[in-house]
């Protein structure tokens, strides 16, 4: 009998499903964890937006949300049923079984393939043709949502790292690599490509969906593969990570 992937209709549902995914890798103490949980964080910063009147149209707002976070938990469970998600999600979940992996990695991987991917798509989803240009100040909002975030889930990376600060300081190419994959990096090339999406037939739609997971796939690799020295002091980080999967699960949930 085929299992039913979970989908949600509202935002209360998003968080249902999305807590029921940390349940999940709790029990599995599964490193995929690691990314349900900030997204978690940043659901619940949009609910509080759209009931605190921060976007122009909240309605609008709550519907790019629920598909937003359908494309990651179809994803996710995709892959949980042997099935076969999007590339960039099916490599950011495979290296979840990684050892050398360290939690800011699994942060990127996941935030790659859904905010170069999945956010685009939704975007033009919600906001078709000439409609995109509308939702350009919502989309900005979404960004503030997101960059306020940036600041906790550094302090949770510093406790699971202590040396972490001193490293980024010392290590120019950990550094440059950082820098490289940001989050404003990727709001904005998300932007870009929702806009590219939004004027297409449903054919041309998909094929493009194609082509740019192909390309957000490339970035992964980055991602697992950052060179020798970006390596190195990751493998050196990795040895020296405070706590285990599930007390970083935890620690996230925290502090972020």
Known sequence: MAKTIPQA????EVLLLLNEIIGETINEKSPMGYFAVLYCKVTEKVKEGITEGMFQNGPRMEKLDVIFANRYIKAYYEYKFGLQP??????AFE??????MVVLQHLLLGMNAHINLDLSIAAAQVAPG???????ADFNMINHILSGLVGN????MSDVWPFLKWVLKKTKNVDTFLIDFS????R?????????LAPLDNVQFTQSILIRDNKITKIADLIT???????????ILRLFERGNVVEKIEKLRSVI
């Open 183 to 186: 989050m404003q990096e990727a």
């Open 86 to 91: 999007s590339s960039c999600w099916q490599v």
């Open 9 to 12: 209709r509202t935002i209360d």
């Open 225 to 235: 593969n950052p060179g020798y020295i970006p390596s190195f002091i990751f493998k």
């Open 95 to 100: 290296y979840a079984s990684d050892f050398w």
């Open 153 to 156: 889930v550094e302090t949770a």
């Open 188 to 196: 904005n090339g998300a932007w870009k490509y929702a806009l590219e």
């Open 130 to 136: 000439n409609e995109i240009h509308d939702l350009q």
